[in-house]
């Protein structure tokens, strides 16, 4: 749906600007390592020779308390010798100590930006991890992107489709089949009866009789032909029907489940309802048409054998010249009309 192309394609976009600033933090930590290892070199020289100057520190330190020992130890006449003696060794005493204290910062400083190195490395790794994971998200939304697109083509094309099947369900149920017998079918068999029954009336009745017969068999075959023909029309209405409601229960089963739809979604419920309304109104034509067939045709061929009768009795009255001017101008006017028909 439009919707969920719409949040894909704006995750596409923060993973794009995610991806491109934590390329850049691991261009910045891979710098800073490389300073890091530098600096740390440079300290790691400079805390050996510390270390050389420490050494010799220590060893003055050392001596330098033999000699403050020895000096207290001694009886020295001159107490302000002394004095000055013992403050001299403890100056000394303390500049050692100091060198001392240095180095062990300087060392501890080194240490950290060994550490420091090894964090960037690490972190730079971490960030590596995290760059590759939205790279193989990116790539699946953009497939999932593509597999959207490709089933809106064919949610369009359904559509589409649907609503052809409508358009032609709604001209076929405009359309009316004829399945009275026609006029002129009709007014053969009456001129044909008519021509051959110039002897007698009694003969002419019993021809009548006959065509009659005939005229019923074929009424009941038209109406079991078309009766057959609908039923097939039904049947295929209702096969349509019961495809566009398996779609709406599909569509149902979505609302169900908490999940909302999208405007296409929306339209093609909506297109769906309209198709199964049509076609239950088309399936309802059709069953009435059968039903208002067959008392078409049976009060047609009611009223065809009563006027037919009529006719006979009222032939049976006249003289054989008043039915052969009667049948001749009928037979004319017939004539007339399917040329007119040509």
Known sequence: SERILTEAKQKMRELTINIKMK?????????????????????????????????????????????????????????????????????????AKLRVQVLQKKQQDSKKLASLSIQNEKRANELEQSVDHMKYQKIQLQRKLREENEKRKQLDAVIKRDQQKIK?????????????????????????????????????????????????????????????????????????????????????????????????????????????EALEAAIEYRNESIQNRQKSLRASFHNLSRGEANVLEKLACLSPVEIRTILFRYFNKVVNLREAER
Do not use: W
């Not at 330098?64 to 009886?75: A, G, R, S």
């Open 23 to 95: 390329e850049d933090l691991i261009k910045e930590l891979i710098k800073t390592g490389n300073d890091a290892k530098s600096v740390s070199k440079q300290y790691s020289l400079k805390v050996t020779k510390l270390e050389h100057d420490a050494e010799q520190a220590k060893v003055e330190l050392i001596e330098t308390q033999k000699q403050l020992q020895e000096l207290e130890n001694k009886d020295l006449s001159d107490v302000a010798m002394k004095v000055k003696l013992q403050k001299e060794f403890r100056k000394k005493m303390d500049a």
């Open 168 to 276: 032609e369900i709604q001209l076929k149920t405009g359309q009316e089949e004829g399945l009275k017998p026609k006029a002129e079918d009709l007014d053969a068999c009456n001129l044909k009866r008519r021509k051959g029954s110039f002897g007698s009336i009694d003969h002419l009745q019993k021809l009548d009789e006959q065509k009659m017969s005939e005229k019923n068999v074929q009424l009941q075959t038209s109406t079991a032909e078309e009766k057959t023909k609908i039923s097939e029309q039904v049947e295929v209405l209702q096969k349509e029907k019961d495809q566009l409601q398996k779609r709406r229960h599909n569509v149902d089963e979505k609302l169900k489940n908490g999940r909302v739809l999208s405007p296409e979604e929306e339209h093609v419920l909506f297109q769906l309802e309209e198709g199964i």
